[in-house]
């Protein structure tokens, strides 16, 4: 089979900017990068000539239908298929497409999450094209990446709120240049490189599983002898039949234009890690849709199946999805790093404390961009951060902040008062200090990463936070020194200020530590929702209302919605968990354990049969318990019955999820701890499941 080199098929299934730079005329082209760089509204004849293009590209790669392509609030994406395909009067056809059908498309909107926005019979919805992230053709068809919208203009998806909030942070962040003399610089975005883990195990063991095949998690399940105890499976040896899967998807993801760049196992056995290399946010958010769901189907092909919930398995790590954060101009300059000079300095810890500012008075909307069901089993466990949000500098960065705060000479490698405008920041490398893995949001030089998002999730939400959160910061740093008759003076004291009203969030420590959490909350006062029910109404804070509608990210009438969406698919993956559980006992687990107490109880009237005298203790108390394990999970299983039934009397969506994490997942934890003894007394041939042990170490 010949081999092709990754540069002469890398994006050859994208109509990127070479596609479009080739097959468009020089005025078009020049109108449709305006539209990208700066937002310029496209020309209806640039649409057309856009569609014509991107229409015979697409046949020449085989395509036959073209999709707009959303994000709705369902946490997956959304497309329906149409056929270039139109009638020719000869009886033949003839394949169109159109500007009209590239710019707005017209999908059935009520059955997709509203939060109250729509009512069930107002079906119209639109998608609208969104030029910022390109094209690509996926199992022959077109993919228009799309904003959707209802009938009456709200946002109904994650790509409307986080173009705008880009859009708010490159206003605000162009005024702060401004007033440091940049004139060059005409747009200022995000960047993100999401770090994307995940867990392959067989499908014919997966098949077995009605809890993953239902829930995307094990409901049950006995610890194995070995789990990641030995640390030999991080950064190991990747096993045969894995490193195919990861050549595979990384082709797929090549063709795409996904920048796929590192891979390897990591901590927990059966669980791996693939990152790409930076791109702007909205694009970088479409790419990480893509590829969770390039993933599960390359996994397919080779008869495995990829796990993306955030803890498919007690008892080991579960999956995060870490989000690399920086700021950049369009002329190159990443405003997170460190200069060479006075001012680049200033400039650089202005919007560092800006970014600081941000995580403090926001660290409620952080919290809540990350929170779900299945990442509420992660956080605060040792494998993530824990919901404390806080910030990590690294010694020498922290001590540079804290000379500026007291105004005292830096006692660095140059012992220099930093005066902004005045001194250069002692020698600062890139990467000065070590990793803090316990830290939800840790500077690592150049960029942030927030740790906390969870591995399923898409990255929209907790960048349209952090946007939005960053961009009020700047805003309020402009409006103070637009208007100041003393710059230099006032920037120092802003920075100075903003150390000091802000120092509570930067923690270097560990973040695993029970005195953390003591010292966090009641010496800090810093937030600590440890659960979706306990943090997701805060996102209706007066406070949170406030910015993201004067940000113009959301409305409120947006935000009521999201709140009342996010419980409503937390208290339905709950539900749908509990009731497996349920039927996963009554069905199967109860019966393998009376099946198998009933063959002991055989074997001991066998045995006595033959010498009454034998005591036959293995088998008397095995039965013995089993019959008491059987009783527990037959009465637990009860209350948890009741738990749910009860959840039909709360009053609104709030309650009934305060409900669930009060009630139903504390019963579903007594079902299992019972059930998972009996696994460890059963015979491995009468249990009705694959075990962790099978899950866990059988792909070779």
Same mark, same amino acid.
């Given at each position: 089979?010949?081999?092709?080199?990754?540069? @002469?098929?890398?994006?050859?299934?994208?109509?990127?900017?070479?596609?479009?730079? *080739?097959?468009?005329?020089?005025?078009?082209?020049?109108?449709?990068?305006?539209?990208?760089?700066?937002?310029?509204?496209?020309?209806?004849?640039?649409?057309?000539?856009?569609?014509?293009?991107?229409?015979?590209?697409?046949?020449?790669? +085989?395509?036959?239908?073209?999709?707009?392509?959303?994000?709705?609030?369902?946490?997956?994406?959304?497309?329906?298929?149409?056929?270039?395909?139109?009638?020719?009067?000869?009886?033949?056809?003839?394949?169109?497409?159109?500007?009209?059908?590239?710019?707005? %498309?017209?999908?059935?909107?009520?059955?997709?999450?509203?939060?109250?926005?729509?009512?069930?019979?107002?079906?119209?919805? &639109?998608?609208?094209?969104?030029?910022?992230?390109?094209?690509?053709?996926?199992?022959? /068809?077109?993919?228009?990446?799309?904003?959707?919208?209802?009938? %009456?203009?709200?946002?109904?998806?994650?790509? /409307?709120?986080? $173009?705008? *909030?880009?859009?708010?942070?490159?206003?605000?962040? !162009?005024?702060?240049?401004?007033?440091?003399?940049?004139?060059?610089?005409?747009?200022?975005?995000?960047?993100?490189?999401?770090?994307?883990?995940?867990?392959?195990?067989?499908?014919?063991? &997966?098949?077995?599983?009605?809890?993953?095949?239902?829930?995307?998690?094990? $409901?049950?399940?006995?610890?194995?002898?070995? %789990?990641?105890?030995?640390?030999?499976?991080?950064?190991?040896?990747?096993?045969?039949?894995?490193?195919?899967?990861?050549? @595979?998807?990384?082709?797929?993801?090549?063709?795409?234009?996904?920048?796929?760049?590192?891979?390897?196992?990591?901590?927990?056995?059966?669980?791996?890690?693939?990152?790409?290399?930076?791109?702007?946010?909205?694009?970088?958010?479409?790419?990480?849709?893509?590829?969770?769901?390039?993933?599960?189907?390359?996994?397919?092909?080779?008869?495995?199946?990829?796990?993306?919930?955030?803890?498919?398995?007690?008892?080991?790590?579960?999956?995060?999805?870490?989000?690399?954060?920086?700021?950049?101009?369009?002329?190159?300059?990443?405003? $997170?790093?460190? =200069?060479?000079?006075?001012?680049?300095?200033?400039?650089?810890?202005?919007?560092?404390?800006?970014?600081?500012?941000?995580?403090?008075?926001?660290?409620?909307?952080?919290?809540?961009?990350?929170?779900?069901?299945?990442? @509420?089993?992660?956080?605060?466990?040792?494998?993530?951060?824990?919901?404390?949000?806080?910030?990590?500098? %690294?010694?020498?960065?922290?001590?540079?902040?804290?000379?500026?705060?007291?105004?005292?000479?830096?006692?660095?490698?140059?012992?220099?008062?930093?005066?902004?405008?005045?001194?250069?920041?002692?020698?600062?490398?890139?990467?000065?200090?070590?990793?803090?893995?316990?830290?939800?949001?840790?500077?690592?030089?150049?960029?942030?990463?927030?740790?906390? $998002?969870?591995?399923?999730?898409?990255?929209?939400?907790?960048?349209?936070?952090?946007?939005?959160?960053?961009?009020? *910061?700047?805003?309020?740093?402009?409006?103070?020194?637009?208007?100041?008759?003393?710059?230099?003076?006032?920037?120092?004291?802003?920075?100075?200020?903003?150390?000091?009203?802000?120092?509570?969030?930067?923690?270097? +420590?560990?973040?695993?530590?029970?005195?953390?959490?003591?010292?966090?909350?009641?010496?800090?006062?810093?937030?600590? &929702?440890?659960?979706?029910?306990?943090?997701?109404?805060?996102?209706?804070?007066?406070?949170?209302?406030?910015?993201?509608?004067?940000?113009?990210?959301?409305?409120?009438?947006?935000?009521?919605?999201?709140?009342?969406?996010? !419980?409503?698919?937390?208290?339905?993956?709950?539900?749908?968990?509990?009731?497996?559980?349920?039927?996963?006992?009554?069905?199967?687990?109860?019966?393998?354990?009376?099946?198998?107490?009933?063959?002991?109880?055989?074997?001991?009237?066998?045995?006595? =049969?033959?010498?009454?005298?034998?005591?036959?203790? &293995?088998?008397?108390?095995?039965?013995?318990?089993? *019959?008491?394990?059987?009783?527990?999970?037959?009465?637990?299983?009860?209350?948890?019955?009741?738990?749910?039934?009860?959840?039909? +009397?709360?009053?609104?969506?709030?309650?009934?999820?305060?409900?669930?994490?009060?009630?139903?997942?504390?019963?579903?934890?007594?079902?299992?701890?019972?059930?998972?003894?009996?696994?460890?007394?059963?015979?491995?041939?009468?249990?009705?499941?694959?075990?962790?042990?099978?899950?866990?170490?059988?792909?070779?």
């Amino acid at each position: 089979m010949e081999t092709r080199n990754v540069p @002469d098929y890398f994006g050859e299934l994208l109509f990127d900017d070479r596609q479009m730079r *080739s097959r468009l005329s020089s005025k078009v082209y020049a109108s449709l990068r305006r539209t990208i760089d700066r937002g310029e509204k496209i020309d209806s004849m640039v649409a057309e000539s856009v569609a014509q293009a991107m229409k015979e590209w697409a046949l020449e790669k +085989g395509a036959t239908h073209y999709t707009h392509w959303f994000q709705p609030l369902t946490g997956v994406t959304a497309e329906k298929h149409d056929s270039f395909i139109a009638p020719s009067p000869d009886g033949s056809v003839i394949m169109e497409f159109s500007g009209k059908e590239l710019i707005q %498309g017209e999908p059935d909107a009520s059955s997709f999450p509203t939060g109250g926005i729509r009512a069930t019979f107002e079906a119209r919805g &639109y998608t609208a094209w969104d030029p910022t992230s390109y094209a690509f053709i996926k199992d022959k /068809t077109l993919c228009i990446p799309t904003a959707f919208c209802s009938y %009456g203009g709200e946002a109904l998806d994650k790509k /409307t709120p986080l $173009l705008r *909030s880009m859009e708010a942070l490159n206003r605000q962040a !162009l005024r702060i240049l401004a007033l440091f003399g940049n004139t060059s610089a005409k747009h200022v975005s995000t960047s993100v490189g999401p770090e994307q883990e995940y867990f392959l195990i067989t499908k014919e063991m &997966y098949d077995q599983r009605p809890d993953l095949r239902f829930t995307g998690r094990t $409901l049950f399940g006995a610890r194995a002898p070995k %789990g990641q105890e030995m640390d030999d499976h991080y950064f190991g040896v990747i096993k045969p039949r894995v490193q195919a899967f990861m050549n @595979d998807l990384n082709e797929e993801l090549w063709k795409l234009g996904v920048l796929a760049k590192t891979e390897h196992n990591e901590v927990a056995p059966a669980q791996h890690e693939l990152a790409p290399i930076y791109s702007t946010t909205n694009l970088a958010t479409d790419q990480n849709q893509l590829m969770m769901e390039i993933m599960q189907k390359v996994a397919s092909r080779h008869g495995l199946v990829c796990l993306l919930h955030e803890k498919p398995f007690a008892g080991v790590n579960g999956s995060g999805k870490h989000n690399n954060w920086s700021i950049a101009t369009d002329t190159g300059v990443n405003l $997170l790093s460190p =200069g060479e000079t006075p001012y680049e300095n200033a400039q650089f810890l202005l919007f560092l404390c800006a970014v600081i500012k941000a995580v403090d008075d926001y660290q409620d909307l952080l919290r809540l961009s990350v929170a779900t069901a299945g990442n @509420d089993h992660r956080l605060g466990a040792n494998e993530a951060p824990p919901a404390i949000i806080s910030v990590f500098l %690294g010694d020498e960065l922290s001590a540079i902040l804290e000379a500026i705060e007291k105004d005292v000479p830096y006692n660095g490698t140059e012992k220099k008062t930093i005066r902004l405008g005045v001194d250069v920041l002692p020698a600062f490398p890139r990467d000065n200090t070590d990793r803090n893995r316990t830290s939800p949001f840790a500077f690592t030089g150049n960029k942030f990463e927030f740790r906390s $998002l969870g591995s399923s999730n898409s990255i929209a939400c907790a960048n349209i936070m952090l946007n939005a959160a960053v961009a009020e *910061s700047l805003k309020i740093y402009a409006d103070r020194l637009e208007g100041s008759a003393d710059f230099e003076k006032d920037l120092h004291e802003m920075i100075r200020k903003t150390i000091s009203d802000h120092k509570r969030i930067l923690f270097n +420590g560990n973040g695993y530590d029970d005195a953390w959490v003591k010292e966090a909350t009641e010496v800090r006062g810093l937030c600590n &929702y440890r659960t979706t029910p306990d943090c997701m109404p805060h996102l209706l804070d007066p406070k949170n209302v406030e910015m993201l509608t004067s940000q113009k990210v959301f409305t409120k009438k947006e935000m009521e919605s999201r709140v009342e969406i996010m !419980l409503e698919n937390y208290c339905k993956t709950v539900r749908i968990e509990a009731n497996t559980m349920l039927d996963m006992a009554h069905r199967q687990i109860l019966p393998a354990i009376t099946d198998y107490a009933a063959k002991l109880s055989g074997t001991v009237a066998a045995k006595k =049969g033959v010498n009454p005298d034998l005591a036959c203790a &293995y088998e008397t108390s095995s039965v013995s318990r089993l *019959s008491v394990l059987a009783d527990q999970i037959s009465a637990r299983c009860e209350e948890l019955e009741k738990a749910i039934l009860k959840l039909e +009397g709360a009053a609104d969506i709030i309650e009934e999820s305060v409900a669930i994490k009060d009630t139903v997942l504390p019963k579903m934890a007594e079902v299992r701890a019972a059930a998972d003894e009996a696994e460890t007394l059963v015979s491995a041939e009468c249990w009705p499941f694959p075990s962790y042990g099978d899950l866990l170490f059988s792909v070779r």
